[in-house]
């Protein structure tokens, strides 16, 4: 027999009947599954224990899954070869909280409100694919490692350094946000999984077989780049938002690495450290855009490569064979020394203006203290 415990949050606001209505459904069909449990509900949140026949709990948590009425659905806990039923005479007890004024019921409405709010943060800190593990009841720690293929994405900013010396900490870090909520919006709307950030680095993977996507995500991040460029006001460091993008494929070794008290879910392998290497490539090749032979040979024929040579990257002693796309996207207007060097006067100005202002505002509260 197994147990398990979700905690969710409610999709729409569901009338005190229509929570009562979701009792009486799943009080009958859980008598005839043989399914027994209880169903908490306060201030918006869901929290159901169900214990049954393996088979018959896991059909019911799927469908639960695919509940629109439910959002944010967190399994807190698997139980496996449950002997004895913690509710045996409730085929599902539905108890609202909201409305109870019962001061031993308080620190329950409590708990319930404050394991929402730690699900919430608990998914901003999160892989998708550990919450997806979490979601459907699978301890994640459980995942076996295991070799599989992979295209792997590298993407930073250019003259990041230059902008971390010119740029107040909270203009870093929005930028560094702007930056990030870009790529991991392509990179999710295109199937692939960002793994980490890194400095002003973000890495990211793809399925073997998903180059076309793989490029895609990395011609839709540079488009919303261009468009934030072309839209920020003329004082703004977004005005010299630029980043380098290296695209690598093979055999990589996917899994849970780290220690007993700290772990991460990331891939390592070859083509990381390619695709790495390749995106520091981008400055000398003057493009926006790089990526290897092995991405080359998965993708459509809707694509216009550009073999740009056959090189040595950094830290590696076979050449790297090297493409980018014949796009307006994938190449700036002048060469990167020159980019460089219009990043590095734009961050002059806007350094310069900040100090005036600065000084300007201490000099009036100078002023008004004497």
């Not at 694509?303 to 056959?310: A, F, I, N, S, Y």
């Amino acid at each position: 027999m197994k147990r398990l415990s979700y905690i969710s949050k409610l999709s729409r606001s569901l009338s005190k009947r229509e929570i009562e209505d979701i009792g009486k459904i799943s009080q009958t069909n859980n008598s005839r599954e043989g399914i027994t449990g209880v169903l908490l509900c306060c201030a918006g949140i869901f929290f159901q224990i169900l214990e049954g026949d393996d088979e018959q709990i896991d059909h019911l948590y799927t469908k639960i899954l695919r509940d629109d009425r439910h959002d944010q659905i967190l399994c807190l806990k698997s139980e496996f070869q449950v002997e004895h039923r913690c509710f045996p005479d409730w085929s599902m007890e539905v108890i609202v909280l909201d409305e109870n004024t019962d001061i031993l019921l308080q620190p329950i409405k409590i708990l319930l409100q404050t394991l929402g709010e730690s699900q919430t943060i608990l998914a901003s800190y999160t892989q998708s694919k550990i919450l997806q593990a979490i979601e459907s009841g699978i301890d994640p720690r459980t995942l076996e490692p295991c070799y599989t293929e992979k295209i792997i994405f590298f993407a930073d900013i250019v003259s990041f350094t230059n902008i971390t010396e010119k740029m107040q900490v909270s203009e870093v870090v929005d930028l560094l946000n702007q930056f990030f909520t870009i790529c991991t919006e392509a990179i999710a709307a295109r199937g692939g999984e960002v793994t980490k950030f890194i400095g002003d680095c973000v890495m990211a993977y793809f399925d073997g077989d998903h180059a076309d996507e793989a490029m895609q995500a990395s011609l839709d991040i540079l488009a919303e780049l261009e468009t934030l460029r072309h839209q920020a006001p003329k004082d703004s460091p977004v005005k010299v938002l630029y980043i380098g993008i290296g695209l690598s494929k093979g055999k990589v070794l996917e899994g849970n690495i780290g220690s007993k008290t700290k772990k991460e879910y990331t891939v390592i392998g070859d083509a990381v450290n390619v695709a790495s290497r390749i995106e520091g490539m981008t400055r000398q090749l003057n493009r926006f855009l790089v990526f290897s032979a092995s991405v080359r040979e998965g993708l459509s024929d809707r694509w216009r490569p550009v073999r740009l040579g056959d090189f040595h990257a950094k830290g590696k002693e076979e050449i790297v064979e090297v493409y980018s796309l014949d796009d307006v996207l994938t190449f700036p207007r002048s060469d990167f020394r020159k980019l460089k060097q219009e990043i590095q006067q734009h961050l002059e100005i806007i350094g310069n203006q900040s100090e005036l202002i600065l000084t300007t505002h201490y000099n009036a509260l100078l002023s008004s203290q004497s």
